[in-house]
C-alpha cells in the first residue's frame, strides 16, 4: 500500500487475553521515531494491548533486538520495529535498507513471530516526517507506526485462530 492510498487504521480486534508487545525502535531520526511511536502505541491501547518499548542505536539493529528479545525470559506475543533510513551520498543507505529488512523478515520466518514493520526507507527528512505525523491535526492522514502495530495484532489475530 502507498502512502497516498493508506488512511490510518483502526485497531483489529483480538479474541483471547490482551497481547503483550514489544516494540523496538530506532530513534536516531527523533522527530519521525517518535511520530511512528505515537501512532503504534494509538493503535495498541485501542486494542487493549500491553507493550514494552526498547530503543536501539540504529535501524540495524532492530533485528538484533528482537532476536535479544526471544533470547530472554520474558514472552511477547508480538513485536514491532520502527526506525527510519534516509538516504545519503554512499552506498550504506542501500546495505542498511536491505540487512535491516531481511534480517526483520528471516526473524519473523524462522521463528514464526507477529511482527509489524514500520522501518521507513526514504530519500528525504521531508517524506520520512509525512509518513509518521500524518496523525497529528492537520496532518495527511498516513502514520506507518500505526501500520506496523496494526499489522502485528493481525498477524496474533492470526497464530490464535491457527493454534499456533
Known amino acids: 500500500m502507498s502512502t497516498e492510498d493508506a488512511v490510518l487504521p483502526a485497531a483489529p480486534r483480538i479474541d483471547g487475553p490482551p497481547p503483550h508487545l514489544l516494540i523496538v525502535r530506532a530513534p536516531y531520526y527523533r522527530e519521525v521515531a517518535d511520530g511512528l511511536l505515537r501512532g503504534a502505541e494509538r493503535i ?20 538484533q533486538a528482537i532476536r535479544l528479545a526471544l533470547r530472554g525470559a ?14 545519503g551520498e554512499t552506498d550504506h543507505y542501500d546495505h542498511i535498507c536491505r540487512e535491516t529488512i531481511a ?12 511482527l509489524g514493520q514500520g522501518v521507513l ?44
Do not use: W
Open 103 to 114: 534480517g526483520l523478515m528471516q526473524l519473523s520466518l524462522q521463528f514464526g513471530l507477529a
Open 44 to 63: 495498541l491501547r485501542e486494542a487493549g494491548a500491553t507493550f514494552e518499548l526498547a530503543d536501539v542505536a540504529g535501524a540495524y539493529e532492530l533485528p
Open 121 to 164: 526507507t526514504v530519500h528525504r527528512l521531508d517524506q520520512a516526517l509525512a509518513r509518521s505525523g500524518g496523525d497529528l491535526p492537520g496532518g495527511n492522514g498516513h502514520n506507518k507506526g500505526a501500520e506496523a502495530a496494526a499489522a502485528a495484532l493481525v498477524q496474533i489475530g492470526l497464530a490464535r485462530r491457527l493454534g499456533a
Open 74 to 87: 520474558r514472552r511477547f506475543d508480538g513485536y514491532v520495529a520502527l526506525g527510519c533510513v534516509v538516504k
